[in-house]
């Protein structure tokens, strides 16, 4: 159970709740699949999937949810080409030309017919709560999909109190700074070998380097440009690399050897344990990471946060 991105949400407010209210409240929206006139659906399913039963993991007060979304796959050209050819044969058989409405009419027709047996695509998206780090951490590659789940959620528990995280500097300012060293690099992270720049002038070009020295001429060149990094790669505390964007949103997470070491003691035949232990794993390494990347970035504004009386 490692995430392979990690989208934060902050809590703007105290937020308490006990596995056993949650699993309550998600009940109520579990999953159900499409019925035959349905084109999606989605709702709460286990994290452990066929080895558990229970929609909220929880190991060390973080509480591990996933949200199963299945859509139904009617492919635009087929429907185009059936379409026509329902039109083709009224013009033919009528005498007469089929008019815009009627086209759309038919069309919805057609996909009425073709739902039942057209081809499901389904979706686990995985998040977990934090109330006693304040954060909402979902595993999601754009700031949509993440976005979209806390919908859900906050639909299914009523109120959900959070907003992306906000820092003191611009992260796009703070990246360029690290790479003209305008302003210091922390000990705690390492340049990795790729990274974004984008120009801030109108016609707004964009350079993606990989496999590059950062810090380098050529990179350099651009930056003496004007150009502004927007996305950096960099491995923090010598433990997990990853790319962060401009939005903070963090992307092709990878954990390093010692948590696969510590993942490797435990019992390989025993799917549940190791699910476990990977999630508390993975959970206390972002507990670290997350606070000490706010911090390097300039330090969290938490001007709009509400802390515990």
């Not at 709702?43 to 066929?50: A, C, D």
């Not at 006693?132 to 109120?159: C, F, I, N």
């Given at each position: 159970?490692?995430f392979r991105n990690?989208r934060v949400?902050?809590f ?13 409240k ?12 349905e084109?999606n ?8 999937g066929k080895h ?5 993991h929880s190991?060390n007060g ?6 199963r979304k299945?859509?139904k796959?009617?492919p ?6 059936l ?6 044969a009224?013009?033919?058989e009528?005498?007469?030309k089929?008019?815009?409405k009627e ?6 027709q057609?996909?009425l017919?073709?739902l039942?047996q057209?081809?499901?695509?389904n ?8 109330p006693q780090d304040?954060?909402?951490?979902v595993d999601?590659?754009?700031a949509k999909?993440a976005?979209d789940?806390a919908?859900?959620l ?6 959900l109190?959070?907003r992306p995280p ?7 300012f703070?990246f360029?700074?690290?790479?003209n ?10 340049l990795?070998?790729e ?5 801030t002038?109108?016609?707004?070009g ?9 810090q ?8 003496n ?7 950096l ?7 997990v690399?990853?790319v ?6 963090i ?5 390093g050897e010692t ?6 003691d435990?019992d390989a ?8 232990a ?14 000490g990347l706010l911090?390097?970035?300039g330090?969290?504004d938490r ?7």
């Amino acid at each position: 159970m490692w995430f392979r991105n990690a989208r934060v949400f902050r809590f703007t407010k105290p937020f308490e709740i006990t596995a056993e209210q949650l699993e309550e409240k998600l009940q109520e929206d579990g999953f159900k699949p499409c019925g035959p006139q349905e084109t999606n659906r989605q709702g709460w399913v286990p994290p452990l999937g066929k080895h558990g039963e229970q929609l909220v993991h929880s190991a060390n007060g973080y509480h591990l949810i996933t949200l199963r979304k299945e859509e139904k796959l009617l492919p635009g050209s087929v429907v185009k080409e059936l379409v026509t050819e329902r039109v083709e044969a009224i013009e033919i058989e009528q005498s007469r030309k089929v008019r815009k409405k009627e086209k759309d009419e038919i069309k919805e027709q057609i996909l009425l017919e073709m739902l039942p047996q057209a081809f499901s695509k389904n979706r686990r998206s995985y998040a977990y709560l934090a109330p006693q780090d304040g954060v909402l951490v979902v595993d999601a590659g754009s700031a949509k999909q993440a976005e979209d789940l806390a919908s859900t959620l906050r639909k299914s528990l009523g109120s959900l109190p959070v907003r992306p995280p906000a820092v003191e500097q611009a992260p796009a300012f703070t990246f360029t700074g690290w790479l003209n060293e305008t302003i210091d690099l922390p000990s705690t992270l390492t340049l990795g070998d790729e990274c974004e720049l984008k120009d801030t002038g109108e016609e707004g070009g964009v350079v993606r380097c990989k496999g590059l020295d950062l810090q380098g001429d050529e990179i350099r060149n651009h930056l003496n440009a004007g150009m502004q990094v927007t996305k950096l790669s960099v491995t923090w505390d010598d433990s997990v690399s990853f790319v962060l964007d401009e939005e903070l949103g963090i992307r092709r997470l990878k954990f390093g050897e010692t948590l696969q070491e510590k993942l490797d003691d435990v019992d390989a035949d025993d799917a549940a344990a190791r699910f476990d232990a990977a999630f508390s794993l993975m959970t206390l390494e972002l507990a670290r990471l997350i606070p000490g990347l706010l911090d390097a970035l300039g330090g969290e504004d938490r001007s709009a946060i509400v802390d515990a009386a």
